[in-house]
Each structure stands twice: as C-alpha cells, then as structure tokens.
C-alpha cells in the first residue's frame, strides 16, 4: 500500500477488503498493489496487480462536488 488510508478504515490484507468509516472529510489517495505468492513468474517477476484509488469524504468543511 502506497499513500494512507483515512483513519477509521482499514485494508484486510487476506481478502482485499476494505472497510470502515472515515473520521475526517477530504480527498483521500492510495494505491494497493498486490504480489502473488505462487510459483508462476512473468519475465522472472512474480504476478503484481495494482490499483490507484481516490477515496471522496464530504464534511462540514470539504465538499466532493
């Protein structure tokens, strides 16, 4: 994981969930990349997805639109 995830949320890293409920509002941006831990190999690098993401939370003092 790159960037920080809001604070009351969270990544399950066994299943790639994410849950909770964001304490502050703002524009949240992370990137998650995952690696797999098999014996398949591409170009002698193992499998990796990745996925920038941007998280919106509308507040008192910050409005998503």
Known sequence: QR????DGMELNTTLGTLHGVPETAGMHRFQIRVRGQG????GRRKEAFSMA?????SGEDFDCD
């Open 53 to 57: 993401m941007a998280l919106c939370v």
């Open 3 to 6: 960037g920080r995830l809001p």
């Open 39 to 42: 014996e398949e190999q591409h």
